[in-house]
């Protein structure tokens, strides 16, 4: 099942995405779950199967994407977790996971702008694979991991390298507003068992720019969510974005960065593709 955030004539819903149509569940659900977050923490999925018989289907080409969880209550974002990411960025591979975190209104949805700030002209990609959490959890063992995921989703951990690497702390190149993309749906884990069978790339204007297997984390889904865990509770909603790949702009040479006019997609195997296009930042 895909499940998706969306906006209709002005109006927030959520739903589920078949081929080219999407119905909206968040109307059907109403006041018992009016976001998608909210029917994540309600264990619903079984009651949107239901609600999606009863409203009429939208075109796809009708609705705007918002961000697959537009109101997580955490998005953590991991770095350095591809050897061949750690190879180009002349790293050693960690010891343990490298977290950071990003805000919720620094994202975009699926065919939405990513914006390039004025602060900066250093804007680069991250393809990346998204965990949603669907089950609340603290100290969850490797385990029981997969129990405690809603879906997956593809992300653009859109950095501003010049303002992640003023310090040793990264949060501040992550989290400009609108600029990293999160879409275009969550899959659910009766469709993806393991995500460690799919694969990743990123595209910039059509030009593949990052590829690699899953399974070339340095930590895995489940590890993540065990780590991750044992620091802060995690709830329905919340994001773990697991890390990219090489080929990354800053350490390519001549460096790429986004620009105005660009389209930057990522693609996963078996969840999607996810497209932005790169706008300047409007004047005040």
Known sequence: MKLASFKHKGQSSYGIVDGAIIRDIGAAMGARAPTLKDLLA???????????????????????????????GKILCVGINYATHIAEAGLPTPEKPM????????????????????????????GE?????????RRIPTSEAFDHVA???????????????????????????GTGGFGPWLVTTDEIPDPATLSIETRLNGAM???????????????????????TI?????????GTTGGV???????????????IEVDISSVGVLSNTIVAEPDD
Not at 99 to 122: A, L
Not at 130 to 137: D, P, Q, S
């Open 249 to 263: 702009g800053a350490f390519r040479n001549p460096q790429v960065w986004l620009k105005p006019g660009d389209t």
């Open 99 to 126: 977290i950071f975190v990003r805000y919720p209104d620094s994202q975009v949805g699926h065919k939405q702008p990513m914006i390039c700030p004025r602060e900066s002209s250093q804007f680069d990609f991250e």
């Open 209 to 231: 720019m990052q590829k690699a297997p899953i399974s070339d984390l340095v930590f895995n889904v489940p590890q993540l969510i065990a780590y991750c865990s044992a620091f």
């Open 129 to 137: 694979l998204a965990v949603i959490i669907g089950k609340r959890g």
């Open 151 to 177: 879906g997956y989703s593809c992300y653009n951990d859109g950095s501003i390298r010049d303002w992640q690497f003023h310090t040793t702390q990264f949060t501040p190149g992550k989290t400009f507003p």
């Open 42 to 72: 309600s264990e619903g999925l079984d009651d949107a199967n239901l609600a999606a018989a009863s409203p009429p289907p939208l075109p796809l080409s009708e609705i705007d994407f918002e961000p697959v969880v537009p109101n997580p």
């Open 234 to 242: 995690l709830n329905p909603g919340d994001v773990i974005i697991t």
